[in-house]
């Protein structure tokens, strides 16, 4: 964008925020401002597990997710403690990362679900799905593809 060869782009917390803070871009809408309320809290990232692994090492497993609950709690409820570390981290301001709307959760909500199913009208109709999930219902994928037992 600072080349002038991009005009819109839409991107990840806290790219755009970065973009506004050096005057090379705007925010124009956030998910949660866009039609039909099917992108609030649009599931952005998914933990994944060889099924092989998760019969084997299941305890490893639940840590893992018992950890990812960890963080986003924690990621959610201390936002200013987060930016500071965050910061260190990816050198970027803290202002910028100050205003981060992400929702932070492991929960299975109507919003994750309305999501994993958006994903999957979209990968359906570009014909992304092949062998076992070719061709079938929402449910079934989700049953195939998703273990929500060690989430609690």
């Not at 965050?86 to 929702?103: H, R």
Request: proline letters at 5%; a negative charge.
């Amino acid at each position: 964008m600072s080349s002038g060869q991009v005009e819109i782009w839409a991107g990840p917390v806290p790219n755009p925020q970065n973009a506004e803070a050096q005057n090379i871009g705007k925010i124009i809408a956030r998910l949660d401002q866009l039609p039909e309320g099917k992108w609030v809290d649009f599931p952005c990232c998914t933990m994944n597990v060889m099924n092989s692994v998760k019969t084997k090492y299941p305890e490893v497993v639940a840590a893992m997710v018992q950890v990812t609950k960890d963080v986003s709690e924690y990621a959610q409820t201390h936002r200013e403690e987060t930016a500071d570390l965050m910061t260190e981290f990816i050198g970027l301001d803290k202002a910028v990362l100050m205003k981060n709307d992400t929702t932070y959760q492991t929960a299975i909500t109507e919003h994750f679900t309305n999501g994993m199913h958006t994903y999957y009208e979209a990968m359906s109709e570009i014909g992304k799905f092949t062998g076992r999930l070719k061709d079938q219902p929402m449910d079934v994928v989700m049953k195939s593809v998703f273990d929500f037992s060690f989430v609690k």
